[in-house]
C-alpha cells in the first residue's frame, strides 16, 4: 500500500509542475496583459479627447454656418449638407478609433490568448496522463487489498496503544479537511475560468459588433483573422467550459471526505472505549454494560485490522473520485485540444486568402 501511495504522491506532483507553468506564464506575463489593456484604453481615450475637439470645433463651425444661412434665407439643402459634414467626420473619428484599438489588439492580445490556450491545453494533457495513472494505481490497490484481507483479519495479537489512535484519529481528520479543500478549490477553480473567458468574450463583443446571443453564432474560421476570428473561438471556449460537467468531480471529492470522515467517527470512539477500558481496569470500576474488561479489549481493534480499515476506506473513496476526475481531465484535454485546432485552422484559413492559394 506504501508503493501505490508513493505513485499516487509522483503522479500529483507532476500534474502540479504542469499547473505551475500557467501560473509561471500569469505572472510574468501580468505586467504584459496590463500593459495591453491600458494601451487599448488610453489609446481609446486619447483618441476620444482629440476626436472629442475636433468634432466640438466642426460642430461650432457647422452651427455658426447654419446661422448665417438662416440669416441670408438660404435653401434648406444648403443647411442639410452642413449636417452630413458633421455626421461623416463623426464616423471617420469612430472607425479610426476602432482600427487602433483593433491593431492593438492582433498585435497584442491575439498572440498573448493563443500562448495561453496551448499552454492550457498541454496542461491538461498532463493532468488526464497522471489521473489515468492513478485510477489505475488504486484499481490495483483494490485488488490487492481484497487477496490479503484474510491474512489481516488473522493477526489479532498486536494492539494498538491509545496514543498510536490518537495519532490516527489526527491523521484522519486533516486528511478529511484536505479532501474537502481540494473539493473547494477544484469548484473554484472551475468558476474562474468560466468568468474570465466570458469577461474576454464580452470584451471582445465590444470590437466586433456581433450578436449578444452566442447561441445563434456559428464558427467562421474563413473571417479575417484577428478579432472576429477570436471572438469566435473565445465563444467556442466560453461553450465548452459552460458544458464541462465538474459535478461528478465534486461529488467524488465529497464522497471520499465522507468516507474518510466516518473513518475518523469509528477511530475517535474506539479511542474513547480503549481508553474507557483502560481506567475501568485501573479503578477497578465495573464497565458500563456489565461487559467484563476483557470483552472491550477483545473489540479493540488490532493494529493491523485499522489499517486494513483505513487502507479499504481511504482506497474505496480516492477510487471514485479518481474515476470522476480522470472522465472530467480527459475530456478537457480533449475540449482544448480542439479550441487549438481551430485556432490553428483560422490562421491557415486567413494565411490562404492572403496569398490567395
Not at 504522491?9 to 500593459?35: C, G, L, W
Amino acid at each position: 500500500m506504501e508503493e501505490a501511495v508513493k505513485d499516487l504522491e509522483d503522479q500529483f506532483m507532476i500534474a502540479h509542475n504542469a499547473a505551475t507553468v500557467i501560473s509561471s506564464i500569469f505572472q510574468s506575463s501580468r505586467t504584459k496583459y496590463s500593459s495591453t489593456s491600458n494601451d487599448l484604453t488610453e489609446k481609446e481615450l486619447y483618441h476620444e479627447v482629440r476626436a472629442g475637439e475636433r468634432i466640438q470645433k466642426a460642430y461650432e463651425k457647422k452651427c455658426a454656418q447654419l446661422q448665417n444661412q438662416d440669416v441670408k434665407g438660404e435653401e434648406p439643402p444648403l443647411s442639410d449638407k452642413a449636417r452630413a459634414a458633421i455626421s461623416d467626420l463623426h464616423t471617420q473619428i469612430k472607425v479610426s478609433i476602432l482600427l487602433e484599438a483593433e491593431t492593438l489588439r492582433d498585435e497584442e492580445l491575439v498572440p498573448q490568448t493563443l500562448e495561453l490556450v496551448q499552454e492550457l491545453a498541454r496542461m491538461r494533457k498532463v493532468m488526464a496522463e497522471c489521473h489515468q495513472l492513478q485510477k489505475c494505481t488504486l484499481d490495483e490497490a483494490k485488488i490487492l487489498l481484497a487477496r490479503t484481507s484474510s491474512t489481516f483479519s488473522a493477526v489479532k495479537n498486536q494492539k494498538m496503544s491509545h496514543s498510536e489512535m490518537q495519532r490516527l484519529v489526527r491523521s484522519a481528520a486533516n486528511l478529511d479537511t484536505e479532501l474537502r479543500n481540494w473539493r473547494s478549490c477544484f469548484e473554484t477553480w472551475i468558476v474562474s475560468q468560466r468568468s474570465y473567458v466570458h469577461a474576454l468574450t464580452g470584451w471582445l463583443f465590444h470590437c466586433v459588433r456581433l450578436d449578444p446571443d452566442t447561441s445563434k453564432l456559428p464558427l467562421a474560421p474563413r473571417e479575417s483573422f484577428g478579432g472576429s476570428s477570436m471572438f469566435n473561438i473565445c465563444i467556442q471556449w466560453s461553450r465548452f467550459l459552460d458544458a464541462i460537467q465538474e459535478a461528478p468531480v465534486l461529488d467524488g471529492l465529497g464522497l471520499a471526505a465522507a468516507g474518510i470522515c466516518s473513518l475518523y467517527a469509528q477511530l475517535q470512539e474506539d479511542s474513547s472505549r480503549k481508553r474507557s477500558a483502560s481506567k475501568s481496569c485501573g479503578g477497578k470500576q465495573e464497565p458500563r454494560g456489565g461487559m467484563e474488561v476483557g470483552q472491550l479489549e477483545d473489540e479493540a481493534l488490532s493494529a493491523e485490522k485499522v489499517a486494513e480499515v483505513a487502507n479499504r476506506e481511504l482506497c474505496a473513496g480516492m477510487s471514485v473520485a479518481m474515476n470522476s476526475l480522470t472522465e472530467f481531465a480527459v475530456s478537457s484535454a480533449e475540449g482544448y485540444t480542439n479550441l487549438v485546432k481551430q485556432w490553428e485552422n483560422a490562421k491557415q484559413s486567413k494565411s490562404s486568402e492572403g496569398t490567395g492559394s
